[in-house]
C-alpha cells in the first residue's frame, strides 16, 4: 500500500506565477489535510477535504489560496500570483476518517524567486 | 483558549542518557493525543495515538503517557538515530491536527 504521493517534490515559481501541488492520498483514505511549515517553524493547518467538500478551510489565507479534492484524482492546492512569502513546505495528509491518525507525504517544497 | 504547547524547545542528550519530552494541552473533550517524528527535509512519521488519560504506548525506545493535562514522550537509553523533532498534536474543534512547535532531539554518540 503505497504512502500519501506528493508532487513534485520540489517547485520554482516566479513572483505573480500559479502554484499547483498535488497530493494523492493513500488507498481507502477518503480525508485529506494540507499543512504548511516554514523553515523552523511548526506545522501550520490549511485545509480539510473530504472527496468534493470543503470540511474546514480556517487556515488557508482569504485571498490566491484554494484546494479541492474532486471524485476522481488527487487533491490540488492552488496558490495563484505567487509571493515571496508563499516560500515554503507544503505537507498534505490523508486518513480513513476523520477521527483517526493522519498519514503524512514528504511534501512540496515551493520557492519563489 | 485549547491550544497545544510542547517543551522544552531543544534537547540535547547523550547517547544512553534517558529524558522526557512534554506536550501539554488545554482542550476541552479531547479526541485523542497524537506523536509525530519529523526528519529534516521529509514529512511528519507518525508513531503514537493516545485516547484516555492513564493510556501508554511503547515502540523501541519510545513510550507515550497520557494524563488529564498532558502528555510525556519518554526516550530510554537513546542513540543518534533517534535524531529527530518530535510534534504532538490533537484536533481542535473542526481542525483534524493541531500541532505543537515540536521539541528537536540531538543524540550525541
Known amino acids: 500500500n503505497a504512502g500519501v504521493m506528493q508532487n513534485p517534490r520540489h517547485l520554482v515559481r516566479r513572483r505573480g506565477q500559479e502554484a499547483r501541488l498535488r497530493c494523492s492520498p493513500m488507498?481507502?483514505?477518503?480525508?485529506v489535510y494540507w499543512y504548511r511549515q516554514l523553515p523552523e517553524e511548526g506545522l501550520k493547518f490549511m485545509v480539510y477535504?473530504?472527496?468534493?467538500?470543503?470540511?474546514?478551510e480556517s487556515g488557508m489565507p482569504k485571498e490566491r489560496f484554494s484546494a479541492e479534492f474532486p471524485k476522481e484524482g488527487p487533491s490540488i492546492l492552488r496558490i495563484q500570483q505567487v509571493v515571496r512569502g508563499d516560500s515554503a513546505a507544503y505537507f498534505c495528509?490523508?486518513?480513513?476518517?476523520?477521527?483517526?491518525?493522519?498519514?503524512f507525504g514528504q511534501g512540496t517544497r515551493l520557492t519563489v524567486v | 483558549e485549547d491550544q497545544v504547547t510542547q517543551s522544552p524547545e531543544a534537547l540535547r542528550l547523550q547517547e544512553g542518557e534517558s529524558s522526557s519530552l512534554n506536550c501539554s494541552y488545554t482542550v476541552s473533550g479531547l479526541r485523542g493525543l497524537f506523536w509525530y517524528r519529523q526528519d529534516p527535509g521529509k514529512g511528519p512519521e507518525f508513531l503514537f495515538t493516545?485516547?484516555?488519560a492513564g493510556e501508554e504506548k511503547e515502540k523501541e525506545r519510545l513510550k507515550a503517557t497520557l494524563t488529564k493535562k498532558e502528555s510525556f514522550l519518554h526516550i530510554t537509553a537513546p542513540k543518534p538515530e533517534d535524531s529527530a523533532t518530535y510534534l504532538c498534536?490533537?484536533?481542535?474543534?473542526?481542525?483534524?491536527?493541531?500541532f505543537g512547535k515540536g521539541t528537536r532531539l540531538s543524540v550525541i554518540a
Open positions: 477535504l473530504q472527496k468534493e467538500n470543503i470540511i474546514d
Open positions: 498534536a490533537a484536533p481542535l474543534g473542526n481542525t483534524p491536527l493541531v
Open positions: 488507498k481507502g483514505h477518503s480525508h
Open positions: 495528509a490523508s486518513s480513513p476518517s476523520g477521527a483517526t491518525e493522519a498519514f
Open positions: 493516545l485516547y484516555s
